[in-house]
């Protein structure tokens, strides 16, 4: 607008330049000013106008944002609040799903669980070998990244139940067998609830590996016996054969190694207990014989002072005969010579009986160790896959200490009685020695006052 006024000055001012020029009256000049004025304001007018009109709508439009802006700014606080409380709702939420999660996780650990001990039931329960293929289906549930279902839950659970209503029953059903010569053969199986099976043709081994059964044999008298009792009624009541180890026992039963086997697995330190235990009992024998001996001698000498027999208490009488002119303090120092000359006599062998009691227990414990190590050995070389083999070596293993053990316990009961009768016989000794001794210092002085 400014722009518009600067270009009608200028018009007007070469207007008037050029009609001073041309020398026009000022009454035109007049004229035409007022006639430019009008024009002029009736341009300011409306610009003014247009401008007041577009103030108007300015202000309108900025009442408008305004109120917008404040819908908005309402609308912002409520979405805050909104966004607050929903903080809050996804805060709890998660809280719960952590809970339900850690929950989730908990029964997904104890189904894993609980597939891995069925799963080992299963292999080892014979009766898998009526069915088949339980122990593959739970397989994949023991794995680390398996997500629990349904459907595996459901499994798992029918497998359960299978199992336990299976080991409340005893079936006969037809079975492939392996026979004692390594054949198949389909023989009629009786399963004692899970525990123990059996055919006419004898008692039955579960192999978990195959999930079959194999024949045991030899046979046993005793265990054909039982077998054939089954199919006896005696008041009611059957006999039953059952074997908890699924034919672990009979197998054992029908294969019982000779005594002399023990004594082989025990080893060369086994031995060496063994010799030392009957070293010790003939030692305990010889020296128990000899001390009832000297016993009843010494008995019959209390009885007949007069007559000096072979035993100690007939030296000890022989060396005070022998010194019946000394003095009292002469004649003591002599018998005390006598009684401590017969004291290793009856001491004898005890101190190998207390050796002997308290190595056998040491090369016990030192067999038990030998055999630890050599078993540890064979499972580093060959893992140890085979519990079986693994209790086997630890068992040959405590053999020894269980040698040892029955070794010492008689030998140190032997060495306490020993020890015992050797002094009771000491104390007669003494007791008549002294009584000897004050008799002979009586009879010196009454013959001194004599």
């Not at 009766?127 to 739970?138: K, P, Q, V």
């Not at 978990?208 to 016996?225: N, R």
């Amino acid at each position: 607008m400014l722009m518009t006024h600067c270009k009608k000055i200028t018009a007007i001012s070469l207007s008037l330049l050029f009609l001073s020029a041309n020398a026009t009256p000022l009454d035109d000049l007049l004229e035409q000013v007022k006639k430019s004025n009008n024009i002029e304001t009736n341009i300011d007018t409306k610009a003014l106008t247009e401008f007041k009109n577009d103030l108007k709508t300015q202000q309108a439009n900025l009442k408008k944002q305004r109120d917008r802006n404040k819908a908005l700014q309402q609308k912002m606080t409520r979405s805050q609040d909104n966004i607050a409380i929903n903080n809050k709702k996804i805060a709890t939420q998660q809280q719960v799903a952590n809970t339900e999660k850690a929950d989730l996780d908990k029964v997904f650990d104890e189904f894993k669980r609980a597939s891995q001990d069925l799963s080992g039931q299963l292999k080892k329960s014979p009766i898998s070998a009526s069915l088949t293929g339980r122990s593959a289906r739970l397989s994949p549930y023991s794995e680390a990244d398996f997500e629990p279902d349904l459907t595996a839950i459901k499994t798992l659970w029918l497998l359960f139940t299978e199992q336990m209503v299976a080991t409340s029953k005893i079936t006969t059903v037809e079975q492939t067998v392996t026979m004692a010569d390594g054949n198949k053969a389909v023989l009629t199986v009786t399963n004692i609830a899970g525990f123990s099976a059996f055919s006419p043709e004898g008692a039955l081994l579960y192999k978990p590996a195959s999930e079959t059964y194999q024949l045991l044999t030899p046979k046993s008298a005793d265990i054909d016996a039982r077998i054939e009792a089954f199919e006896q009624v005696d008041n009611g009541f059957i006999s039953l054969l059952i074997d908890p180890t699924s034919g672990a026992l009979l197998e054992r039963s029908t294969h019982t190694p000779a005594w002399w086997k023990v004594f082989s697995d025990a080893g060369i330190v086994g031995g060496i207990i063994v010799v030392v235990g009957v070293l010790g009992i003939v030692i305990a024998l010889l020296r128990f014989l000899l001390l009832t001996k000297e016993s009843k001698l010494i008995h019959i000498q209390k009885q007949q002072l007069t007559k000096i027999g072979d035993n100690s208490l007939g030296r000890i009488i022989s060396v005070a005969d022998q010194h019946a002119n000394s003095n009292a303090e002469e004649l003591m120092r002599f018998l005390d010579e006598a009684v401590l000359g017969e004291i290793p006599e009856f001491r004898k062998g005890l101190g190998t009986l207390a050796v002997l009691a308290t190595v056998a227990p040491l090369l016990g414990l030192l067999g038990t160790v030998a055999g630890m190590i050599e078993t540890f050995h064979a499972i580093t070389a060959y893992g140890n896959s085979d519990p079986q083999v693994l209790s086997s070596g630890i068992s040959q293993a405590l053999l020894t200490t269980k040698f040892g053990l029955i070794a010492a316990v008689p030998l140190l009961l032997c060495h306490s009685f020993l020890s015992s009768k050797s002094d009771s016989i000491l104390n007669v000794i003494e007791h008549q020695t002294a009584g000897l001794l004050a008799q002979r210092q009586q009879s010196l002085t009454n013959r001194s006052e004599l």
